[in-house]
């Protein structure tokens, strides 16, 4: 069974960073798909991050230029460092696989149990 | 980037109903449209993808349909376990996007 184990939150200044990382189990991160989404407190759902399995990234526009998504293969983890922290990236952070059906065709299907970011003075 | 609204963002309802739940994009997607249940403090699980694919183990109960722009999620005879907030989501374009939510309560 895939497991996902997102760690590294925590209460950080705004302007500040902050590294999460995803430890997976039971799928190999780098032959993947790997994302990241996040949800504010009573919140809906945004996608933040994409690594597909061929490295290409996306990212969202509000990320884009701050976050940096990326993988090691050695320790099976997916990362996301997170620069120039704002108030409004406060929130639950978490670490999704990607199925792929087909082109296009691609959902979350195991999910982290999410860690916490606080961007706070 | 893709509009996902949901309607209604919050409903009502009893033990046995039938609930549908509608996701409209803002411009055509085929069938590129997921479907998740979220509960409080857990981590969202995808019910249906493409639209109308069940995924193993969900509940027949659950269904989806829909093409285009237009999609809808039912629920047949709702249980106690259903009461939770159900999120759509686009992967026709990236950014991947997500309806508000919708709150299906007691």
């Known amino acids: 069974e895939v497991q996902l184990v997102e760690s590294g939150g925590g209460l950080v200044q705004p302007g500040g960073s902050l590294r999460l990382s995803c430890a997976a189990s039971?799928?190999?991160?780098?032959?993947?798909?790997m994302s990241w989404v996040r949800q504010a407190a009573g919140k809906g759902l945004e996608w933040v991050s994409v690594?597909?399995?061929?490295?290409?990234?996306y990212y969202a526009d509000s990320v884009k230029g701050r976050f940096t998504i990326s993988r090691d293969s050695f320790r099976n983890t997916l990362y996301l460092q997170m620069n120039s922290l704002r108030a409004e990236d406060t929130a639950v952070y978490y670490c999704?696989?990607?199925?792929?059906?087909?082109?296009?065709?691609?959902?979350?299907?195991?999910w982290g149990q999410g860690t916490l970011v606080t961007v706070s003075s | 980037d893709i509009q996902m609204t949901q309607s209604p963002s919050s409903l009502s309802a009893s033990v046995g109903d039938r609930v549908t739940i509608t996701c409209r994009a803002s411009?055509?997607?085929?069938?590129?449209l997921n479907w998740y249940q979220q509960k409080p403090g857990k981590a969202p699980k995808v019910l249906i993808s493409?639209?109308?694919s069940l995924e193993s183990g969900v509940p027949s109960r659950f269904s989806g349909s829909g093409s285009g722009t237009d999609f809808t999620l039912t629920i047949d005879s709702l249980q106690p376990e259903d009461f939770a907030t159900y999120y759509c989501?686009?992967?026709?374009?990236?950014?991947?996007?997500f309806g508000q939510g919708t709150r299906v309560e007691i």
């Open positions: 989501q686009q992967s026709y374009n990236i950014p991947w996007t």
């Open positions: 999704a696989k990607v199925r792929v059906v087909s082109a296009g065709r691609y959902y979350f299907d195991w």
């Open positions: 690594i597909y399995s061929s490295g290409t990234i």
């Open positions: 493409a639209a109308s």
């Open positions: 411009q055509s997607m085929s069938n590129y």
């Open positions: 039971g799928v190999t991160v780098n032959n993947n798909y």
